[in-house]
């Protein structure tokens, strides 16, 4: 695990304690990494897979 010192604005510090008192976490660090894992899936998920299909396609033609 990595530990980080960071400097947040204070609307960042209220969502972060609104997902933690959401998912029932224990502390923020927790919080932001259920942010990064949502992202992961709603964001990052849908850029790539365009890609992974363009992938599956080229394989199929070979």
């Given at each position: 695990m990595v530990k980080a010192l960071i400097d947040v604005h204070e609307h960042t510090n209220k969502?972060?304690?609104i997902v933690k008192a959401k998912h029932g976490l224990k502390d923020k660090s927790r919080a932001i990494d259920q942010m990064a894992k949502e992202?992961?899936?709603?964001v990052l998920e849908l850029?790539?897979?365009?890609?992974?299909?363009?992938?599956?396609?080229?394989?199929?033609k070979e």
């Open positions: 969502i972060l304690n992202y992961e899936e709603k850029e790539l897979r365009p890609k992974v299909l363009e992938s599956f396609k080229e394989k199929e």
